[in-house]
T-cell receptor, first 110, second 114 residues
Framework: GENVEQHPSTLSVQEGDSAVIKCTYS??????FPWYKQELGKRPQLIID?????GEKKDQRIAVTLNKTAKHFSLHITETQPEDSAVYFC?????????FGQGTTLQVKP | KAGVTQTPRYLIKTRGQQVTLSCSPI?????VSWYQQTPGQGLQFLFE???????NKGNFPGRFSGRQFSNSRSEMNVSTLELGDSALYLC?????????????FGPGTRLLVL
């Protein structure tokens, strides 16, 4: 069935360093790949997304890359700040149904 | 615009009871999806409604059902509650103009089954 694998499950970095989270999806029909950030006790919030006809997208300190052939996509956060600490979820979608990865807990140490 | 709202925010039920949760999407959004979030299983897709019709369904038992009204508001129902149904239930709405668009999440309903 449809599945999204996300790694690592936890990630600890020093403030100012970069963080990379990787996801692999199984459904080749997936064509939309959002990333959500969820702070403790809050709802998931979209931080960036990419569609299957694009290989890379950047928004300030956040970038996402997609390799459709390998069914891999990754989130890159540069110049991390303490407020980036949260759980990050990747997802893959094919019309209305988001399949989420298991989440990565990112801790940014000041 | 007001965001996605969900009621109630917290709920305590006992095994065997049933529960109905409500979701009001962002104005103009016609697609509503429901997800179950637990520490062990993460975020799992329950079902999606579009124009009052269930368009997608996840791998949950028939005890989980939903519906959507003509104003796009949606409800989900869980019958014969089990302890394992304790979770945060999130709904999300999107515009859906014929292609996958951003899903905006509500604050969730935290259900505790005793």
């Amino acid at each position: 069935g449809e599945n999204v694998e996300q790694h690592p499950s936890t990630l600890s970095v020093q403030e100012g360093d970069s963080a990379v989270i990787k996801c692999t999806y199984s459904d080749s029909a997936s064509n939309y790949f959002p990333w959500y950030k969820q702070e403790l006790g809050k709802r998931p919030q979209l931080i960036i997304d990419i569609r299957s006809n694009v290989g890379e997208k950047k928004d300030q300190r956040i970038a996402v890359t997609l390799n459709k052939t390998a069914k891999h996509f990754s989130l890159h956060i540069t110049e991390t700040q303490p407020e980036d600490s949260a759980v990050y979820f990747c997802a893959a979608s094919n019309v209305g149904k988001l399949i989420f990865g298991q989440g990565t807990t990112l801790q940014v140490k000041p | 615009k007001a965001g996605v709202t969900q009621t109630p925010r917290y709920l305590i039920k006992t095994r065997g009871q049933q529960v109905t949760l409500s979701c009001s999407p962002i104005s103009g959004h016609r697609s509503v999806s429901w997800y179950q979030q637990t520490p062990g299983q993460g975020l799992q897709f329950l079902f999606e409604y579009f124009s009052e019709t269930q368009r997608n369904k996840g791998n949950f038992p028939g005890r989980f059902s939903g519906r959507q009204f003509s104003n796009s508001r949606s409800e989900m129902n869980v019958s014969t509650l089990e302890l394992g149904d304790s979770a945060l239930y999130l709904c999300a709405s999107s515009l859906d103009r014929g292609y996958q668009e951003t899903q905006y999440f509500g604050p969730g309903t935290r259900l505790l089954v005793l």
